[in-house]
């Protein structure tokens, strides 16, 4: 995951190889993209809003994982 444009916008894209079902995508992208409910019902920015709040730059953001060996 990180930082790119999609139609010429900035935004957050996923790569992923083989075998990386698209629930899984979505819940990285969920999670870090997502705005969310408090335990008192109000809501809260995205990680990335947040962080873009805080004045980091997005263009520098990388997330990588990779599924354990079996």
């Known amino acids: 995951m990180q930082r ?3 139609d010429g916008e900035p935004d957050m894209c ?8 698209r629930c899984d ?8 993209c997502s705005t969310r409910l408090n335990w008192q019902q109000n ?8 962080l873009e709040k805080r004045g980091y730059d997005l263009e520098t953001l ?9």
């Open 4 to 6: 790119g444009k999609v």
């Open 14 to 21: 996923i790569f992923y190889g083989d075998n990386t079902p």
């Open 25 to 32: 995508r979505s819940l990285v992208m969920n999670y870090l």
């Open 43 to 50: 809501v809260e920015p995205s990680l990335i809003e947040e």
């Open 62 to 70: 990388r997330f990588s994982i990779e599924r354990k060996k079996t």
